[in-house]
């Protein structure tokens, strides 16, 4: 397990996320490249072997944990592909959660250039139909606790998920750390879908 990398802000998310984003930045494009393929690759067989038929997936963008190719095909293969949607299509922002079917050949760029579904949109109860969610995250640890990129969209977003639906945060094998700092509001996830294949996380798989 990799050493926290911020051992003197243990509480500061708001340096934990430059942190993570300024490591990404640094990341030479073919270390790039490799990492897609093996979340294309492991994220595939992880859904596949688990039988989900309806996945909630965000759609990357720039040097995010790469999940354009594994949405296509997991499209391909029949799998409904739930995306969220952060605009109107008009170029204005929504304030609610918002989910749109996935269609590799119907995607538009949304806020920030982030992809999404071109619509209909859906409520943010349309979560509770997805068998599994992958958000996203910059770094996860032990616990199962995430620092995101701020903005609280998956933190509003979850709780619409069906009971028992578990969650998977799409990070890099060294993002998985000891301890992050966290709020009582944060909900956790089950798992991190890495690179090198699934992590399982939360206290139960901490050695006593």
């Not at 720039?62 to 095909?73: H, N, R, S, V, Y």
């Not at 998985?176 to 798992?191: F, Q, R, S, T």
């Amino acid at each position: 397990m990799p050493a926290d990398p911020l051992p003197d802000v243990p509480h500061d998310k708001e340096a934990w996320r430059r942190a993570g984003l300024a490591r990404r930045a640094a990341l030479d494009p073919t270390e790039l490249l490799q990492r897609r393929r093996g979340w294309l690759r492991h994220g595939l067989e992880a859904v596949l072997a688990a039988g989900n038929g309806v996945v909630s997936l965000y759609l990357s963008r720039g040097d995010e944990p790469g999940t354009l190719d594994l949405a296509a095909e997991l499209e391909r293969r029949g799998v409904d592909v739930l995306a969220p949607m952060l605009t109107d299509g008009q170029g204005h922002g929504v304030h609610e959660i918002t989910w749109g079917h996935y269609r590799h050949d119907d995607l538009r760029d949304g806020l920030w250039g982030i992809p999404e579904p071109c619509g209909p949109a859906l409520p943010a109860s349309a979560l509770a139909s997805a068998d599994l969610v992958i958000c996203s995250a910059l770094w996860v640890d032990r616990d199962g606790f995430r620092v995101g990129v701020g903005g609280g969209w998956y933190d509003r977003a979850l709780p619409h998920r069906r009971p028992g639906a578990p969650v998977w945060a799409m990070v890099d094998s060294c993002e998985i750390v000891d301890a992050v700092p966290h709020d009582p509001w944060d909900i956790g996830v089950d798992a991190a879908l890495t690179p090198a294949g699934l992590v399982r996380l939360g206290p139960a798989t901490r050695p006593e």
